[in-house]
């Protein structure tokens, strides 16, 4: 007789700790619980035990999902495994953003082998500031507004998407309130008042600087696709949907999905060709357009729009949202 696995539920305390239950199985002497980071145990421990539950207490250092199943044991022999079960953990709360803070710096930006709106490669001197090391989820993003916008729903860890620029803007407006800072956007203008210490969308250079974190190469993860792949989810490998934050690999300043997941909304206006006149030391961009600025590609996007320099456009009216579209904040240095 296999026994069956029936729940698998987080308890109420902070430090990740669940219980694992099952059904009882006449003639069991024990039960082996396997463990494994993956749906098809490959890479599996095991744990012999006797009862019908079993506590866990689980640490990571990021978002992580495990997977169990077990089997019944005596004097002769031992069932078929049971179902599978599995269970996401994360070190912090849902709602908490995990700021990185990012050194001040120069770096070149653009490219010379993409669109013309890369050009010309110029350099860029920006001041220390922080960003939020995953895009902002949709457990983040209900916690401060109180709903949660998104196409693809079912998971707290999923980024936020089919959010306007607006949207955006305002969550960095009541998350500042929220945490006690100054709001840095006019919410009758937009426009954002950069000495404030609020929370705020990166400006175009913030962002490009932090996805290359020191690379010249045309992802943070080099020039090929196979690099891509585990830096990111695209149209190649997204299975048509979003996925949860931090689950490919981070670029060198422990960011993650800068390439890919959902595009990341910027703070600039869009202009085709504001590399041309663009200052060189922490710039804005344009005054004003009819676009904002997205960077990064997403889950729909092919190769090309994935790289790190790389630049799209969105518009700006409240009404304008997408499924493929995201975001994650900043802040100035404290």
Same mark, same amino acid.
């Given at each position: 007789?296999?026994?069956?696995?029936?729940?698998?539920?987080?308890?109420?305390?902070?430090?990740?700790t669940?219980?694992?239950?099952?059904?009882?199985?006449?003639?069991?002497?024990?039960?082996?619980?396997?463990?494994?980071?993956?749906?098809?145990?490959?890479?599996s421990?095991?744990?012999?035990?006797?009862?019908?539950?079993?506590?866990f207490t689980?640490t990571?250092?990021?978002v992580?999902?495990?997977?169990y199943?077990?089997?019944?044991?005596?004097a002769?022999?031992s069932?078929g495994?049971?179902n599978?079960?599995s269970?996401?953990i994360?070190?912090?709360?849902?709602t908490?953003?995990t700021?990185?803070?990012?050194?001040?710096g120069?770096?070149?930006?653009?490219?010379?082998?993409g669109?013309?709106d890369?050009?010309?490669?110029h350099? @860029?001197?920006?001041?220390?500031?922080?960003?939020?090391?995953?895009e902002i989820?949709?457990?983040?993003y209900f916690?401060?507004i109180?709903?949660?916008?998104?196409?693809?729903?079912?998971?707290d860890?999923?980024?936020?998407? +089919?959010?306007?620029?607006?949207?955006a803007?305002?969550f960095?407006?009541?998350?500042s309130?929220k945490?006690?800072f100054?709001?840095?956007?006019?919410e009758?203008? #937009?426009e954002?008042?950069?000495?404030k210490?609020?929370y705020r969308l990166?400006?175009?250079?913030? #962002?490009?600087?932090v996805?290359?974190?020191?690379t010249?190469?045309?992802?943070?993860?080099g020039?090929d696709?196979i690099g891509?792949?585990?830096?990111? #989810?695209?149209?190649? +490998?997204?299975?048509?949907?979003?996925?949860?934050v931090?689950?490919?690999?981070?670029?060198d300043?422990?960011?993650?999905d800068?390439h890919g997941?959902v595009?990341?909304l910027?703070?600039?206006w869009?202009?085709?060709k504001?590399?041309?006149?663009?200052?060189e030391? +922490?710039?804005?961009?344009?005054?004003?357009?009819?676009?904002?600025v997205?960077?990064?590609?997403? #889950?729909?996007t092919?190769?090309?729009y994935?790289?790190?320099?790389?630049?799209?456009?969105?518009?700006v009216?409240?009404?304008?949202?997408?499924?493929?579209v995201g975001?994650?904040v @900043?802040?100035?240095s404290?």
């Amino acid at each position: 007789e296999t026994p069956l696995l029936t729940s698998l539920k987080s308890s109420v305390s902070t430090d990740s700790t669940y219980i694992l239950t099952w059904s009882e199985v006449s003639r069991a002497k024990s039960y082996t619980i396997e463990e494994s980071p993956d749906s098809i145990f490959t890479d599996s421990v095991s744990k012999t035990i006797v009862g019908i539950s079993e506590s866990f207490t689980k640490t990571t250092d990021t978002v992580q999902t495990y997977y169990y199943r077990i089997r019944a044991n005596n004097a002769t022999g031992s069932s078929g495994w049971s179902n599978v079960v599995s269970i996401t953990i994360e070190t912090e709360s849902k709602t908490e953003i995990t700021m990185v803070s990012i050194p001040a710096g120069s770096f070149q930006m653009g490219s010379n082998n993409g669109e013309s709106d890369e050009q010309p490669v110029h350099t @860029v001197t920006l001041d220390s500031f922080k960003m939020s090391g995953y895009e902002i989820t949709q457990g983040q993003y209900f916690s401060v507004i109180g709903t949660n916008p998104s196409h693809f729903t079912g998971d707290d860890t999923l980024p936020v998407e +089919n959010v306007s620029w607006i949207d955006a803007a305002l969550f960095c407006n009541r998350l500042s309130d929220k945490e006690g800072f100054d709001s840095c956007y006019n919410e009758t203008s #937009w426009e954002c008042d950069f000495s404030k210490n609020g929370y705020r969308l990166p400006t175009e250079a913030e #962002w490009e600087y932090v996805c290359r974190a020191g690379t010249t190469s045309k992802y943070y993860s080099g020039d090929d696709e196979i690099g891509l792949n585990k830096a990111s #989810w695209y149209g190649a +490998n997204s299975d048509n949907k979003t996925h949860p934050v931090g689950r490919k690999d981070p670029n060198d300043w422990g960011l993650y999905d800068m390439h890919g997941n959902v595009w990341e909304l910027c703070n600039d206006w869009y202009g085709e060709k504001y590399y041309s006149e663009s200052p060189e030391k +922490n710039p804005t961009g344009p005054e004003t357009d009819t676009q904002r600025v997205m960077r990064g590609g997403s #889950w729909a996007t092919q190769l090309q729009y994935n790289s790190s320099s790389n630049r799209h456009y969105f518009p700006v009216q409240q009404t304008d949202r997408n499924e493929y579209v995201g975001f994650r904040v @900043v802040r100035g240095s404290d």
